[in-house]
């Protein structure tokens, strides 16, 4: 049987929930480690520059990492931009787009536009890196096709880049939100550029924090948004169990 195609939107901007996990059979190393970390990582990052698309968050836990990202809608992007994303891409000695013709420039344009090449992208070139540093060659890394959920509103992404950054306390591998090394809140507080903006969302720092704090049962510098979060349905601590929805 064929696998059943990924639902995903073309014809307008869209935000993403992704998801992947490594195979529970990899027990030498995880996803956090400071090597692998620093890698997957660095990955990510490249990855959400080249694309046609804006990461808001990501965190990396031991065996999985989740990303909050929106895809921009298709269009026909100018020779020179398409140049620079096929320079960052294959940065090394391969320059395989030196002799690409005119539909291989058509069909890089596409597929950077496209989450579904996002994610192999990205897993394939985790894979390649982790086999050759770790001789296991051969052995299948990811435990299953990546997960997506289409986010429908600001609301939701809002909901889904305060699950993701609660992430560290919820999967224990971390004990204070801001200082995990592998989560957006951390790159964001430290002032990385790559990162979509809070106010994409309509937020401001402040209130954003106290939020986060409220949904992953922190200390609040305001009972003002602690008494919304929990009329609206939030109860204290609420991100600090998994979600089904996500």
């Not at 993403?16 to 490594?22: C, E, G, P, S, V």
């Not at 694309?51 to 269009?75: D, N, P």
């Not at 903006?197 to 949904?215: E, V």
Request: positive net charge; glycine residues 6%.
């Amino acid at each position: 049987m064929g696998r059943e195609a990924r639902l995903t939107v073309t014809d307008k901007a869209s935000w993403y929930f992704l998801h992947a996990k490594i195979k529970p059979t990899i027990k030498k190393r995880a996803l956090n480690d400071a090597v692998c970390g620093d890698k997957l990582l660095g990955i990510i990052a490249l990855y959400s520059k080249a694309f046609e698309c804006e990461l808001a968050g990501f965190f990396i836990s031991k065996h999985h990492y989740v990303l909050v990202v929106k895809f921009y809608k298709f269009k026909v992007l100018p020779q020179n931009v398409l140049l620079k994303k096929a320079t960052m891409l294959y940065d090394g000695k391969q320059t395989p787009y030196v002799y690409w013709s005119k539909k291989d420039w058509d069909d890089f344009n596409s597929r950077v536009f496209d989450v579904g090449e996002f994610m192999r992208s990205v897993q394939m070139t985790f894979s390649r890196w982790f086999n050759i540093n770790f001789k296991s060659k051969g052995n299948k890394l990811w435990a299953e096709r990546y997960k997506s959920t289409i986010l429908t509103n600001d609301s939701i992404v809002l909901d889904a880049l305060l699950y993701v950054e609660a992430g560290p306390l919820r999967e224990k591998v971390g004990t204070d939100l801001s200082n995990y090394q592998y989560s957006s809140l951390n790159l964001r507080s430290n002032g990385a550029k790559w990162l979509a903006p809070l106010s994409r969302l309509g937020q401001d720092k402040f209130r954003y924090q106290q939020m986060l704090n409220h949904r992953a049962k922190l200390p609040l510098n305001t009972k003002l948004v602690s008494a919304n979060e929990t009329k609206n349905g939030y109860e204290a601590g609420c991100y600090l169990k998994r979600q089904r929805y996500f």
